[in-house]
């Protein structure tokens, strides 16, 4: 079947998390650069959030267009993607409202892991529905720097029981990985014409 359903609604969920994203912003009270300091957690959680749905938007759509068909078992592993990423806002603010502790640290990278985790199942399916000559496949090769991701996402949940900072810059770390969009596909996709 078609992807193109599959991109759009893709599309359109993503941005509309991103809108929620925003809409939960709590304004400062008063006019003053003192009154920002209040709302600056939530802005940051805001900044580091809206850019793992960046760069999950930008990898997506570099995934797709890597194939040409997909099957039953890639919509549902997309909307196991989607799911997860929906939770972001929700994690994103309540880490923001309590600046940064511990519970709501952790659960923000339980559900970062959870997101890494299920790119990984719908990369995974679209490269068996593809074939193991394809070119997501030959893109994707061992995929080191998504393993990489997924042990730090795993440490940065475990220290945040002990060192909530450590955690936060292990998040900002995996974002760095991927803020760069992954060029494997375009290499691939240049190579092969």
Excluded at 108 to 124: E, H
Aim: hydrophobic content about 50%.
């Amino acid at each position: 079947m078609g992807k193109g359903r599959l991109e759009a609604f893709s599309d359109g969920v993503i941005a509309i998390i991103i809108t929620i994203m925003i809409l939960e912003l709590k304004l400062p009270h008063g006019d003053s650069l003192e009154a920002l300091k209040e709302v600056l957690p939530a802005f940051m959680c805001y900044i580091l959030s809206f850019m793992y749905i960046g760069i999950y938007w930008n990898n997506h759509h570099h995934m797709m267009h890597a194939v040409t068909s997909i099957n039953g078992s890639v919509l549902w592993a997309n909307l196991n993607l989607l799911f997860w990423l929906s939770l972001v806002p929700f994690t994103t603010n309540w880490m923001g409202e309590n600046h940064f502790s511990k519970i709501p640290v952790a659960l923000y990278g339980i559900i970062l892991l959870m997101n890494a985790i299920s790119y990984t199942i719908l990369s995974a399916l679209l490269i068996k529905h593809s074939g193991k000559n394809s070119l997501l496949a030959q893109a994707t090769g061992n995929d080191a720097k998504g393993k990489l991701s997924l042990a730090l996402y795993v440490l940065a949940i475990i220290m945040a029981f002990f060192y909530t900072g450590l955690s936060l810059a292990l998040y900002t770390t995996v974002a760095i990985i991927w803020f760069i969009p992954d060029r494997r596909i375009e290499r691939k996709a240049t190579d092969m014409h």
